[in-house]
RNA sequence: GGGCGGGUAGCUCAGUGGGAGAGCAUCGGCCUUACAAGCCGGGGGUCACAGGUUCAAAUCCUGUUCCGCCUACCA
């Protein structure tokens, strides 16, 4: 008897938004997110790779950390120790330019604040309305450790990223010098190279004359260069030519006349010139480009800053001081115009930097700038991933790894602006030695002077981000965490940080804990619009997930973004998708209930699992059976971070076996009068719900934890109990094999009936006749079940040969067939039509397979089993195809009587 | 310029040497007492194109083409 209390206590149809916010309340409350540090256990950890304070969750971060989230859940249930350290990142310029256009609203600007008051503005902002995004995290369930949330700027890890600046400086590994950057004159600081991005753009090129300054008769009177930011010709020290470039052998070491400045600069030699490109002549501006910048110090030419930091000109752009770049460029042309020295302009593609940030275009400037050394890191952090100590998973990106870690540049890691960590080094105002210190010091070492000014940069936020492995675990504190959770298990993070942000992690996690981070990086796809472009709110296509988690609810939202994450490909997310999956917890749900409306009144107990074998229902032995292997597979796919397989097979199983077989199945004797039968129908249905709840737990925590606590017996939180482990005992081919028989008979016969019109509520009588002894005892053991899913009142099984039913139409199988009787309403030339159909089919297959088996090669270089496959697909088709025939005869007789 | 990934059903994508798959959409039939957010059934594909390897190719190789991304100091 269904019991009236459950009824009541599950509603027929789930509602997230009544069950989401309890649980994770409950689990905070109870510390179940506090890792554990028990010394039996072994260990899984990570840390979030930490968003930007200033940041609002998007579709990026739920895929990243639903990922994350799935595998600390996993491994937690799994027994393991498991940490997952969450935090936010202080996210230097994004951060500082949020709160200047804050000020900006209010019509001031940074300067009127000054440093230390506009730092005090930055922090009051972050307590007031920065890390929104951990309470983001927590509706997206994360089962973070919150009592050891960290920020790039908190005390422990400022003085984890003062240790690490002043380590490698005394290790000669962090420099100061004068070079190219890329700078970014609206943010007014100096970028590293990969914080400029590239986008291609429709330039022109210009084709200026530098005239000789002496005269001369046997050569021509000028030399034409070809640029496309022609203003920075006001910085120009030289003309370069290739060294055999015959049209210019004769000018090399000759001075020209610069024009609109009148200043004399040389024709160089230099290799790099491509005789090919333009005029085979490249004027030189040292401070301004970083080709140029080489030729320079390979040439021994001076260096022109032309540009301030707000690229406006100098003084040394002389008439032109004081105009900005593109008005320069306009005024260069214009003037250059009217002397007669410009030759031609064409239109020409070319690739501009832009600042990451703020997409404003950089202008390569001379500065003083912090570098750090790579290479001595590189190294080891490029042996470590081809040693495997660290694998990347898809591991396809090993080889870009490689190709950025061999090519890569010595970091610029200083950045002109105030919010940050400031760089650690003083300069001693009297004698103007250099001093880094872990702490401010008092006077110069050198000369005593105590008037020290502090140098103003701060660090790249990459900087602290990069030693986030470790110095959130308490370094350089050797603390229990370090000793325990490092090399962290598995950093999972979007692959376009690979360089920003693990590659560096890499290197100093190797060169200050002299082991690798992380044991597994999983970088996962970008999630992109359904047309495949990037999502970006100026395009309008973003998929907000706060906006569908309130629509369709967290589980749904995090199990589509789990069936989606296929390694290696990106994600074209259409919010359709997510509707699917929130019918599916639906599913989940109705199926839990009904398993509830079956047991009996409270004590149905989960006591000791009886034996497979003792089940009477291949039907049940079938459904656990399965379970084993789909539990096997979970795991599996979990290890091997195929989650969209682990979703998937999940998916699959539930609904299309456990729902669309097995508990139809088992409603004859859940409802039934034999005890014995129902209380076995009650623990198989119970069992599974059981297990399969617990796998999908990491997927689904919210409904699942509901779920689980309507169960029966004591119950603590789902999120703390054992994920399954396969049951080999209940591993059963020969139920399989039956029931899979019973699934093509039962499709036949509703095809059959579909097909021929008869009503679905319709009880009909049939007649099964088996073709061997076998499937004789096969129709007659499971003749219940066929009748039950195939809407059958009557299965009448005579024996062999005893009945060739006429008036019928016939659902013909490999040994055994099924007679619906036609009753007068179907059409028998419709099932002549149907039945030839089936006949030109099969004996295509036929042909086909026959043809492969004349074939010699096939006979003798195929392996046995699949030659043996063949033959036996010959004996089937024949036998169906006679079949065929003899019923087809047969109507046809009908039809001519 | 270099590199990587992709082109499979109307859409989104699995499948990586042996009889073309899933979800969604679509069409037809069902309110069958867990679920209409459901159930049952159907239709739909020269696996981008062209060569090659193989007994056998969506799958491996070569070329072509289209799309996407990353990278780059031809001014």
Redesign the pocket.
Known sequence: MPDEAFNKALP????FREVEPHWYKEWTEKGLFVATFDPERPYFSMVIPPPNVTGVLHIGHALNNTLQDILVRYKRMDGYNTLWVPGTDHAGIATQIVVERRLDAEGQSRHDFGREKFIEKVWEWKASSGGKIIEQLKALGCSCDWSRERFTMDKGLSRAVREVFVCLYEEGLIYRGNYIINWCPRCRTALA??EV??K?TEGRLWYMRYPLAEKSKEITKFIT?????PETMLGDTAVAVHPEDPRYKDFVGKDLMLPLINRRIPVVADA????????????VTPAH???DF?IAKRQGLQSINIFDENAILTEAAGQYAGLDRYEARDQVIADLKKQGLLEKEEAYD??VGICYRCKTVVEPRLSKQWFVKVAPLAGPALKAVKDKQTILVPA?WE??YD??MT?I?DWCISRQIWWGHRIPAWTCAACGEVIVAREEPEACPKCGNTDLDQESDVLDTWFSSAIWPFSTLGWPDKTPELEIFYPTSVLITSF?IL?FWVARMMMMGLHFMGDVPFKHVYLHALI?D?????MSKSKGNVIDPLTIIEKYGTDAVRFTLAA?A?Q?????L?E??ID?Y??F???IW??A??VL?NLKTGEEAMAEPPEPDSFSDPSERWILSRLNQVTGNVRKALDEFDF??AA?ELY?FF??EY??WY??LA?PALTGAEPDRQDAARWVTLTVLDHTLRLFHPFMPFVTEELWHHLPGQRDHIMVSPFPEPVNAWSDARAEGIIKQVMEV??SI??A???LGI???AKITVIALPHSEKAYHFLDSQENAIKTLAGVETLDLPREGELRPEDTAAVILEDLEVFIPLEGFVDIKEELQKLTKEEKKLGK?LAK?EAKLK?E??LF???QE?VQ?ERD?IN??QIKLKKICSHKETLEGILRS
């Open positions: 027929k149809a789930y509602d190279d990969i991005e590239h291609q260069v070809a640029t496309t930011r790099v010139v491509e005789p090919e490109f333009g005029t085979g002549a490249v004027k480009d970083l080709n080489e070319l690739a396809s080889r870009t190709e950025w090519t540049r376009d360089f992109r359904i047309e495949g472009k990037k989606f296929a290696g490909r990106d994600i074209k259409a359709e998708r699917g929130r019918h917890v639906n599913k109705n199926a209930r009904f409306l969209d397989v998937k699959q609904w299309h729902c669309d508990l139809e409603k039962v499709s509703r095809n009936r579909s097909e009503h679905p509520g297959e397979t074939n090669n096939f270089k195929a392996p699949i496959k697909k089937k088709f």
